[in-house]
């Protein structure tokens, strides 16, 4: 259980996460070099959407590999994350437009994901909401 990163930063993000901490974790992506590391840490961004997190996000999705296995863990978490969070309605269309920029992106290649490729993407890939 604890082997995947989903789980290791679903249990200690309450102890690693602050909203003041959000631009100290955006400085640190800057300078780290290690894939999982920065994986790691875009999965606690997903999660816990500290101010500026789409932008972060998006800049993440573009960078990766359209076969990426950091590419489908990204797209899982907000899945998961539009599935079952507590999120304003502004939340959940950010999470959408990131779940479908990632189909998108592993879809129609590598580069910059265009919008007209997102758009192409159906609604339907998304998960019915559990009721709250």
Same mark, same amino acid.
Request: glycine share 6%; net charge positive; proline share 6%.
């Given at each position: 259980m604890l082997q995947n990163p989903e789980n290791i930063v679903r249990?200690?993000?309450d102890d690693l996460y602050s909203s003041k901490i959000g631009p100290l974790i955006y400085d640190h992506l800057k300078n780290e070099k290690d894939k999982l590391k920065i994986h790691n840490l875009m999965l606690l961004i997903a999660v816990e959407r500290p101010q500026g997190w789409r932008k972060i996000i998006e800049e993440y999705?573009?960078?990766l590999n359209k076969n990426s296995f950091y590419l489908y863990d990204i797209f899982k978490i907000l899945r998961t994350c539009y599935r079952f969070d507590f999120a304003?309605? !502004?939340e959940l269309n950010e999470i959408s437009y990131l779940t479908k920029m990632g189909l998108a992106k592993h879809?129609?290649?590598n580069g910059?994901? !265009?919008m007209k490729d997102i758009k192409k993407i159906s609604n339907s890939v998304l998960?019915?909401?559990e009721q709250q």
């Open positions: 249990i200690f993000k999705i573009d960078r304003t309605n !502004k879809q129609f290649g910059k994901t !265009k998960p019915k909401r």
